[in-house]
């Protein structure tokens, strides 16, 4: 039985791993700021982003960049169809060159940064206080 477990679990894993190969960056949304959870993202591009979440708040939300045989697609959750269409539209200025090319990013990244989890990057975020 525990042969099987351990199978399962691995192909999980993987799985898991492989959704997220093409991935160029996640960004979390919460009560209208913004965090890099995973990835590299310009920071002009992450400031327009947290512009268009701002006012009114965007409550809970995610943005998701990953790259398409015809460049870069964007998926947002969690906003309305209008802010959708304008982080688009931002997103659609930056080159999917430019994207791929972003140095590393800082080394104050959390643990919940490190590990790709949104809920627990933003328990460890410090840097709204």
Do not use: H
């Amino acid at each position: 039985m525990l042969p099987v477990i351990v199978v399962l679990g691995a192909i999980l894993i993987i799985s898991w791993l492989v959704s997220r190969a093409g991935e160029l960056f996640f960004v979390s949304i919460c009560d209208g700021r913004v965090l890099v959870v995973r990835g590299r993202i310009p920071q002009g591009l992450l400031n327009d982003f947290a512009d268009v979440v701002r006012k009114p708040p965007v409550r809970r939300g995610s943005i998701r960049a990953v790259k398409t045989i015809q460049g870069g697609q964007l998926i947002a959750r969690g906003v309305d169809e209008f802010r959708e269409q304008r982080l688009r539209n931002i997103f659609r200025l930056y080159p999917l060159s430019n994207l791929r090319a972003q140095p590393p990013g800082p080394d104050r990244r959390t643990l919940g940064q490190l590990l790709g989890i949104a809920w627990l990057a933003w328990l460890l975020d410090r840097s709204g206080e």
